[in-house]
């Protein structure tokens, strides 16, 4: 891993390192080497965790108000910050009652973690905090104290904290027997610090069963594992200024700096050419509502001039639908898809799209396939390809830079069935390269590559496993694309932080459940806010 940050990109700047465990360890002694370093960064975690973990929490629709919380501290680092995130929210008044089990005795924290014990017993009121704790080697006791304790309350919060990134496989017995009573336990949140418990460089085949991962400081390469995607849950990012020089690596993590460049104000003198146009070509007779919400997204994304080529049967009712994009009505094959005689439209055009959106809502015609490899193949502006339009020959004809966004289904599509030894992150880079173009892989915590390097996205929920959540980001990456041809890899990256950065505000004010995926679009402005 080079420290040369002369060759970094807009992007790569956006982006923070993806170390593996062993690496993280030698960054942190290098960083945390002055005395007292340690702990302030202890109590910056703490703080950003109990921020972290409420808003994680307000996307239930319980109340987070007098929450019994139960955590499992081991005596280093990780057992610390856990102590430190329960201190804080004692501190706002949201915890009733905290349950803490160590995996030994208050004597074997480590200095740190002890003093951010200290602090939670004094925050919380007398008779509200109980330790479930190791005595004379009786692991088997411990065992019954801990099931005994989780049984006799009901907890709102669960935190992982015994084992931080120094961890290789395989786990002790009271370790793994801990684990599984814990993860038979139910919690309205279980949170895991830093790494799930059980996963490191070498991970075991028991680990804690993870709702939500705060990647405190670094985000360690073990998150990465899809194999254990049930025991990481969603992964959070906190970025507590590790990486206020950054570094060079392949592998990184996107940050919320990433949306700067759409935050600042626009200039007073430009007008709506200077902010993108984009022609979209999209939708079919039967699907017309993937359509209309990739413009809908494409509009509240900042674009300029939007025109779209649509079905000529439902232009009338779309156009007045949207009045601010420009309709085309096109010739339609019988089933109601573009048809192919229909190219000669775009030879009539009066104007130069800096992008193309293909794809939402199109269909699965021969016909539509063949009129989509014809004009792909014509445009020489970049081209963000979805959908239906995610077809081998239609990727491989693009002249312009392009951007395509499948998910697994549709990447093995268009990528074919890849070597199954290798990871598919490993595979995405590879296709990405070869096609020399962006490539976004939908899913929880979305891969994006230009074939250089792979950054993964730390927003978003299960708010966007709903219909038409791809239309909408389709609609936004296609805008941004727009707005700077030139720079697919920023135009992807900020799409889809953008959109999961929507999705979490929506799920934080309304939940995950009562909400259609249309109300994303109210979420975008509160959504560049920092």
């Known amino acids: 891993m080079s420290e040369n940050r002369v060759?970094?990109?807009?992007?790569?700047?956006?982006?923070?390192?993806?170390?593996?465990?062993?690496?993280?360890?030698?960054?942190?002694?290098?960083?945390?080497?002055?005395?007292?370093?340690?702990?302030?960064?202890?109590?910056?975690?703490?703080?950003?965790?109990?921020?972290?973990?409420?808003?994680?929490?307000?996307?239930?629709?319980?109340?987070?108000?007098?929450?019994?919380?139960?955590?499992?501290?081991?005596?280093?680092?990780?057992?610390?910050?856990?102590?430190?995130?329960?201190?804080?929210?004692?501190?706002?008044?949201?915890?009733?009652?905290?349950?803490?089990?160590?995996?030994?005795?208050l004597t074997d924290l480590k200095p740190n973690s002890k003093r951010a014990f200290d602090l939670l017993e004094k925050a919380m009121p007398e008779?509200?905090?109980?330790?479930?704790?190791?005595?004379?080697?009786?692991?088997?006791?411990?065992?019954?104290?801990?099931?005994?304790?989780?049984?006799?309350?009901?907890?709102?919060?669960?935190?992982?904290?015994?084992?931080?990134?120094?961890?290789?496989?395989?786990?002790?017995?009271?370790?793994?027997?801990?684990?599984?009573?814990?993860?038979?336990?139910?919690?309205?949140?279980?949170?895991?610090?830093?790494?799930?418990?059980?996963?490191?460089?070498?991970?075991?085949?028991?680990?804690?069963?993870?709702?939500?991962?705060?990647?405190?400081?670094?985000?360690?390469?073990?998150?990465?594992?899809?194999?254990?995607?049930n025991s990481i849950g969603c992964i959070r990012y906190l970025d507590v200024g590790f990486f206020a020089d950054n570094s060079l690596a392949k592998e990184r993590v996107l940050v919320d700096s990433i949306l700067d460049s759409i935050r600042r104000r626009r200039s007073p003198n430009s007008d709506k050419r200077n902010h993108g146009r984009l022609l979209i070509m999209a939708g079919s007779r039967n699907m017309p509502g993937a359509l209309l919400m990739s413009v809908h997204s494409a509009l509240r994304s900042g674009v300029g001039l939007v025109t779209v080529c649509a079905p000529g049967s439902v232009v009338p009712q779309l156009a007045a639908t949207v009045p601010e994009a420009m309709w085309i009505p096109w010739p339609e094959t019988p089933e109601g898809g573009l048809s192919l005689e229909g190219i000669y439209l775009l030879k009539r055009m009066n104007f130069e799209p800096d992008a193309v959106l293909v794809g939402p809502g199109m269909g699965a015609e021969a016909e539509v396939a063949a009129m989509l490899g014809e004009t792909v193949a014509s445009f020489p502006c970049p081209v963000v390809i979805d959908a239906d339009a995610l077809r081998k020959e239609v990727v491989a004809g693009a002249k312009g830079r392009l951007i395509a966004t499948p998910h697994l289904g549709e990447f093995e599509r268009i990528a074919g069935k890849r070597n199954r030894a290798k990871a598919i992150d490993e595979s995405l880079v590879e296709y990405a390269r070869e096609i020399q173009g962006v490539v976004v892989l939908k899913g929880s915590n979305t891969r994006i590559s230009d074939g250089r390097n792979l950054f993964v996205n730390a927003t978003g929920n299960a708010l966007l496993a709903r219909g038409g959540s791809g239309d909408l980001l389709a609609g936004m990456t296609a805008a941004l694309l727009a707005r700077c041809p030139e720079k697919p890899i920023e135009a992807a990256c900020q799409a889809v932080y953008w959109h999961g950065r929507a999705a979490d505000v929506l799920a934080e004010r309304n939940g995950q459940v009562a909400v259609r995926t249309t109300d994303l679009l109210d979420m975008y402005g509160p959504a560049l806010m920092m």
């Open 7 to 105: 060759e970094m990109s807009e992007t790569e700047s956006s982006s923070h390192p993806i170390l593996t465990c062993s690496e993280a360890s030698s960054w942190e002694q290098r960083l945390l080497s002055e005395k007292g370093a340690d702990w302030n960064a202890m109590r910056q975690v703490g703080k950003s965790l109990a921020d972290g973990i409420l808003l994680e929490y307000r996307q239930t629709r319980f109340s987070a108000e007098r929450l019994g919380a139960f955590a499992l501290v081991g005596k280093g680092h990780n057992g610390g910050d856990a102590l430190l995130a329960l201190f804080e929210l004692a501190s706002k008044g949201i915890l009733a009652s905290v349950t803490v089990a160590i995996t030994g005795s």
């Open 127 to 229: 008779g509200t905090l109980r330790t479930i704790v190791l005595r004379n080697r009786g692991e088997a006791a411990w065992i019954r104290r801990l099931e005994a304790g989780l049984s006799s309350s009901r907890f709102d919060l669960c935190l992982d904290g015994l084992l931080g990134m120094s961890f290789k496989a395989p786990l002790r017995d009271l370790a793994r027997e801990a684990l599984k009573r814990i993860n038979s336990t139910p919690f309205r949140l279980r949170v895991a610090v830093d790494l799930p418990s059980g996963m490191g460089d070498v991970s075991d085949e028991v680990s804690f069963q993870a709702d939500t991962t705060f990647a405190t400081g670094i985000f360690k390469k073990p998150l990465l594992d899809r194999s254990k995607s």
